[in-house]
C-alpha cells in the first residue's frame, strides 16, 4: 500500500503541474456595457479584453483563452503596443461588427466605431480591458432600442446611461438581447430581477469561473466525509466569505488583488497540506477556515465592483450574488460525493488512495498560483 501511495502521490503531482501550467491568470470576464439611447443616435461603450473578438474565440465556451484552439492569436494580439493593436482591430471590425445586434423595431442597425482605448501592454499574462466606443444612427421616431450580441461574445452586462439607481442592468448570456431601452426616458427593473439575475452571477463565479474557490471547497471536502466536520467548515466558510463580502462590495474595507488574490492561493496550499497530515481537529480547522473565508470574500466583492452595482439595488444584488456562490459550492461538494464519496468513501483505502493524492493535487495547484501571482 506504501508503494501505491507514493505511486499516486507522484502522479497527482505530475498531474497537479500539468494543470497549474495551463492556469494561467487569462480568466474571461463578463464586458460591460454602458448604452445611451438620444433621439437620433445610441453610443454604446463596451468595457472587454478586446482581443478575444478579434482572435474569434469562442468566449461563452472558454472561461480561459489559454484552453481555446485561437490561444497563439490570441497571445500575439495581446502583445501589440495600444496603436497597433487599435489598427488590427479597426481592420477586422467589418467582420467583428456582425456579432454585435442593435436593433429597433426588429431592424438591424450597422454599428461605426467612435474610439477604441487600448492600455498599455503591461503583464501579458493579464488579460487588459479596453473600452471600445461605437454608434448607430436611429430611425425616425421614437420606438426603443435594444442591444445585445452572438452567444459566441460571452457575457454581456448592459446598463442604461442617466437612470440613477433604478436603471435597467441586464446581464446577458447565451446570445440574449437586452430589455427594450427607450429614447425618451430610461428602463428601469425591480428589485426581484435583480436579485435572480446576481444568483446566477454567482453561481457563475464558481461554476465554472472560480477555480481557485473550487479548489478550496474540495479542500474542505476532502478533510472528512462525515456531516459534521463538513457541515462545520463550509458554514463558517460561508458566515466569513458573506461578512467581508459585505464590507468590501459597500467600500468598507479595501484591499487590492494584488494582495488578495495571492492570499486565497495561500489558502488553498493550507488546507491541502493539512489534509494529508491530518494535523487538526474539527474545532480548530473550523476556525481556521473561517478566517480563510474572510479573504475569500474579499476576492468575491471584485466581482461585483466589475458590474458596478447602483446603490438603489445593492441589497438584492448583494444578498442574490451570495446565494449563487453559495449554490455553486453546494453543487462542487455535491459532485465530488456523487463522483468518489459515494462510492469509496468507507473503503478503508479511501483517505490513502484518494483523499491524500487529490489533497496533494489542490495543495501543489494553490502553490503555483502564489508564485504565479506574485513573481511571474
Known sequence: MAGQLIRAMLLSMALAITVAAQAVAHEI?????????????????????????????????????????EADIYEVFRQMEPEAYAEAFRADWPAVSQGFIIEVNGERLEPEIVDIEVPAVGNTELPR????????????????????????????????????????????????????????????????????????????????????????????????????PLLSQVTAFTLAHTITLALAATGVVSIPPSVVEPLIAATIVYVG??????????????????GFGLLHGLG????????????????????????????????????????????????????????IPASVVISAIGAYWVVERTLL
Request: net charge negative; no cysteine; hydrophobic share 50%.
Open 29 to 69: 470576464r463578463p464586458a460591460i456595457s454602458d448604452v445611451e439611447v438620444g433621439a437620433e443616435t445610441v453610443t454604446i461603450r463596451v468595457r472587454m479584453a478586446l482581443e478575444g473578438l478579434s482572435a474569434g474565440i469562442d468566449l461563452e465556451t472558454y472561461a480561459d483563452t489559454n484552453n481555446a484552439p
Open 129 to 228: 480591458d479596453s473600452i471600445l466606443t461605437i454608434q448607430a444612427d436611429l430611425p425616425p421616431g421614437a420606438d426603443p432600442v435594444v442591444f445585445g450580441w452572438r452567444a459566441s461574445y460571452g457575457t454581456l452586462v448592459v446598463r442604461q446611461v442617466g437612470g440613477g439607481a433604478d436603471a435597467y442592468e441586464g446581464f446577458l448570456t447565451g446570445g440574449d438581447l437586452s430589455e427594450p431601452l427607450p429614447r425618451d426616458s430610461v428602463a428601469t427593473e425591480g428589485w426581484g430581477k435583480v436579485f435572480v439575475r446576481y444568483i446566477g452571477a454567482g453561481f457563475e463565479h464558481i461554476v465554472p469561473l472560480g477555480l481557485d474557490h473550487i479548489l478550496f471547497v474540495l479542500g474542505l471536502f476532502f478533510f472528512a466525509l462525515q456531516v459534521r
Open 273 to 290: 497540506v493539512e489534509n494529508v497530515l491530518g494535523g487538526q481537529h474539527t474545532r480548530a480547522r473550523t476556525a481556521v477556515v473561517f
Open 300 to 355: 468575491f466583492a471584485s466581482v461585483l465592483g466589475i458590474y458596478g452595482i447602483a446603490s438603489g439595488r445593492f441589497v438584492p444584488a448583494l444578498v442574490g450574488f451570495n446565494i449563487g456562490v453559495e449554490l455553486g459550492q453546494l453543487t462542487v461538494i455535491a459532485a465530488a460525493f456523487l463522483a468518489v464519496g459515494l462510492w469509496f468513501g468507507r473503503k478503508p483505502w479511501y483517505r490513502k488512495v484518494i483523499a
